[in-house]
């Protein structure tokens, strides 16, 4: 059975500062009545209740449980800092991606072969970055892993060959890339090198600071569309279509020949076919989200 999270720990924590007699029965409370077995259901089964004694009980069961007294316990820190006081590390507040990136060497670390990648501190990087204000004028966000290993192998403007190059991260945007963003100076210009589909639009719509997206001309796409696009992918991307056409204002050329031609297109095709690959400038002027 899966252990309480963060989340369970704000609950637990919130009920023993407010001496909660009541709180509701949904599923986080479930999963902490089901592991801690403290409280009382009431009649409706839809709250449970905490005598003194009982909110005493899970003060100590939570404290058992988790190393230490969630009231005066903090998991403020990264995870080794937080394994000194608790047996779940993994409730520290810093996670192991939020203070670090991962990046090609060059054109920082020229001694290094192009085939390598380095995961570097964020403070580190912003020293590299004010120590080449002159030269560094892009960094490239790179979608998907395989792509961002093989990122010398593709055919790049000029403008792009003393870019930084940062893999995005699994899933979503990694928390180390969102605080580089945070950081990066106004002379240097975001890129998204995304796969060209309707999902790796709202990657490169949802990504603070975007300007740029790299990709191929859209004719030289077009060669590709019978080898390389799946209407099949794209029909499973009604999700990321509809967030497109709710947020027309970015790439409007490459977003209508998406939608019209049904494309999905990953970045893989893009190198196997050796494509050359352009910035397309975002259409309107980018507003930062304030989320």
């Not at 009382?40 to 939570?62: G, I, P, T």
């Not at 192998?153 to 930084?164: I, P």
């Not at 004719?219 to 709710?246: G, R």
């Amino acid at each position: 059975m899966a252990r309480l999270t963060k989340i369970h720990v704000n609950l637990i924590s919130n009920a023993l500062r407010k001496r909660s007699a009541k709180v509701p029965y949904n599923p986080n409370w479930q999963k902490i009545f089901s592991e801690l077995e403290v409280g009382s259901l009431d009649e409706s089964a839809r709250s449970l209740l905490f005598s003194k004694a009982q909110l005493h009980q899970l003060n100590e069961m939570s404290a058992a449980y988790f190393g230490g007294e969630l009231l005066t316990t903090s998991f403020e820190g990264t995870r080794a800092e937080v394994a000194q006081h608790s047996r779940f590390e993994k409730l520290a507040t810093i996670t192991p991606d939020e203070q670090y990136v991962l990046i090609k060497p060059q054109p920082f670390y020229t001694g290094i072969s192009a085939e390598c990648s380095l995961r570097v501190p964020l403070g580190e990087i912003t020293k590299l970055l004010e120590s080449q204000a002159q030269t560094m004028t892009h960094i490239v966000i790179v979608e998907n892993l395989d792509v961002f290993d093989c990122w010398d192998g593709f055919s790049v403007e000029a403008a792009l060959k003393h870019a930084l190059v940062v893999y995005r991260g699994h899933n979503s945007l990694a928390k180390g890339v969102k605080g580089l963003l945070q950081r990066l100076p106004n002379r240097i210009e975001v890129v998204a090198f995304v796969d060209v589909d309707p999902a790796g639009i709202q990657i490169a719509l949802t990504t603070p600071n975007v300007t740029q997206i790299l990709a191929p001309d859209i004719q030289e796409l077009s060669l590709i569309i019978k080898s390389s696009s799946s209407s099949e992918d794209f029909d499973m991307q009604h999700q990321q279509v509809k967030y497109m056409q709710q947020h027309q204002d970015g790439w409007q050329v490459i977003q209508q020949f998406i939608i019209q031609q049904k494309i999905s297109i990953k970045q893989q095709h893009l190198l196997a076919f050796k494509l050359p690959l352009i910035m397309h400038n975002r259409t309107s002027k980018y507003k930062p989200s304030t989320s």
